[in-house]
């Protein structure tokens, strides 16, 4: 059990560290910053969304930046999609699941918001049509995935593509890169 245990580690480690070894994928995260920064700079938002696991971590970023992250500060324009459960039941039970991201960015996102979708296989149907909408709105789209990219790929104007194919890997570097780009943000757009 033990060695599985630091298996497990040594697996999670190996994913940063080629994630580390990666200039585009780091030059992404930079550019993210400042692509983040200005779009609230601009009263813009940033929109999340992803399903299970990822839901939860859209989740989680949209909260460190309403809320806060490292410093005592006003809260940043940010939300989590699925978080309005009347509303997610509705539209899955009326319409469909597939279009639940979609409708709502076709409803309340405005050109030059940011909408990131995480999804670890870059297939989700959902997120794959709310980038649809987004990019006819003008909505900036950024895909946090695995490997491939996947159907997102081509519809993420930034691609966050973590360099694994297992999804528990994949996530926990999801969230060590959305909380770098929180406190990075947070740092340039309060002038920390």
Do not use: W
């Not at 990666?22 to 009263?43: M, Q």
């Not at 005592?72 to 509705?90: G, I, K, M, V, W």
């Not at 405005?110 to 709310?130: F, H, M, P």
């Amino acid at each position: 059990m033990n060695n599985k245990i630091t298996d497990i580690i040594k697996a999670s480690i190996s994913t940063k560290e080629l994630i580390l070894k990666d200039p585009v994928l780091l030059g992404t995260i930079d550019k993210l910053v400042e692509i983040i920064t200005a779009a609230l700079r601009n009263g813009n938002r940033v929109y999340f969304c992803g399903n299970g696991g990822s839901a939860a971590d859209a989740q989680h970023l949209a909260a460190e930046f309403s809320g806060r992250f490292y410093t005592d500060r006003d809260a940043l324009p940010a939300e989590a999609l699925h978080c309005n459960t009347s509303y997610l039941t509705a539209v899955a039970n009326d319409y469909s699941y597939d279009v639940v991201y979609a409708r709502l960015i076709k409803g309340i996102g405005l050109k030059g918001d940011v909408l990131v979708g995480l999804s670890t296989s870059g297939n989700s149907t959902n997120i794959v049509k709310a980038f649809e909408v987004a990019r006819e709105k003008g909505i900036v789209t950024v895909g946090f995935t695995g490997d491939a990219g996947g159907k997102m790929k081509p519809l993420s104007d930034y691609l966050v593509n973590v360099p694994s194919k297992d999804t528990p890997r994949i996530q926990e570097s999801h969230i060590m890169l959305g909380h770098i780009i929180c406190q990075l943000v947070e740092e340039q757009y309060f002038n920390k």
